[in-house]
């Protein structure tokens, strides 16, 4: 009875059968840096961490309390082929395109991927996303200057399913390439080109004609954009739930309006709400106003 006693107590986690239990119901439910943690306890430890994050379908850099360093991320990966989602946000300090290609390459069913604020990354990163991931619907790009229109061209010609994409701040983008891109996207539901001074009405106008499921579109910064293009996105996008135009100086509330009435979403208060802000700010209190009159 005591043999049996001290037996039950030597039974440590890693007895427990590993892809049955240890992997699909144990792992799985951990965060990447606890993961990342736990490699560190013993070599089987590492072995087990290792196996789970050859089979897991999400890594997301974000989830990690410290940055996570090259060797240990090239590590991490090098095995896996079936990943869905990759978030490298958190790896923006060093990464480049000689440790995300062979990520890329090996994985074909990524559906998502964010690359923000990842500046030494090359367009050739981008290409090498077109045509590894054909099925890719989610990409964010913000504050990728290296994006171009070329490599914008290709993402549009190979991935057929996109529905977001981000591409805040990329400069090189003008409104031919964004023409493009709708034309052959037209599932997108969410897109923003918020902070491009080259955006004007015409690659609004197009994105209104194009993308009739569209529901989120961020302008901010867009001075060129004006009344008409958002007047074409009232007609032409039913399901628009949010549109972001602060800072957009030639859009007023003449076209605002129309989607107000929708229940869309904007960033920008309509004039009389600002004039009571403005008023409440300088005189301390908000005043009564009886609307009805």
């Known amino acids: 009875m005591a043999k049996e006693a001290k037996e039950s107590r030597s039974c440590g986690l890693l007895d427990l059968p590993w892809e049955d239990v240890l992997l699909p119901h144990i792992l799985d439910y951990l965060p990447v840096d606890q993961l990342v943690s736990l490699q ?21 850099s974000t989830q990690i309390s ?6 240990a991320f090239c590590k991490m990966l090098k095995e896996n082929e ?17 440790e995300l ?15 923000n604020n990842c500046l030494l990354l090359s367009r050739q990163s981008l290409v090498a996303i077109c045509l590894s991931c054909p099925l890719l619907q989610n990409i964010s790009l913000a504050h990728c200057e290296w994006v171009d229109g070329l490599s914008l061209r290709s993402l549009a010609e190979h991935c057929k399913d996109l529905e977001s994409i981000d591409v805040t701040a990329c400069r090189q983008l ?7 891109l709708v034309q052959n996207s037209r599932k997108i539901k969410s897109l923003s080109l918020a902070v491009n001074a080259n955006i ?3 690659a609004v106008d197009e994105i209104a004609k194009c993308c009739r499921d569209l529901e989120h579109l961020d302008l901010t ?6 009344n008409e293009s958002i007047r074409s996105l009232a007609e032409y996008c039913p399901k628009m739930k949010s549109l972001m135009v602060k800072h957009c100086h030639n859009v007023t509330e003449l076209s605002l309006e129309i989607l107000r009435k929708r ?15 403005l008023l409440q700010d300088i005189v301390g209190c908000a005043p009564f106003i009886n609307l009805q009159i």
């Not at 961490?49 to 897991?56: A, D, E, H, K, S």
């Not at 290609?101 to 690359?115: A, E, F, R």
């Open 82 to 98: 079936v990943l869905h989602q990759l978030n490298l946000q958190g790896c923006s300090e060093w990464l480049t395109d000689r």
């Open 200 to 202: 004007t009405d015409v």
């Open 40 to 60: 560190r306890v013993s070599k089987a430890f590492q072995t087990i961490v290792q196996l789970y994050l050859g089979n897991c379908h999400c890594f997301d």
């Open 101 to 115: 290609l062979p990520v890329v390459g090996q994985n074909h069913h990524l559906l998502s991927i964010n690359l």
């Open 263 to 277: 229940q869309v979403e904007i960033d920008v208060e309509p004039p009389l709400h600002r004039a009571l802000i």
């Open 66 to 71: 410290s940055p996570v360093p090259k060797t």
């Open 221 to 226: 910064g867009c001075l060129r954009v004006r």
């Open 174 to 180: 003008k409104d031919e390439v964004v023409c493009y």
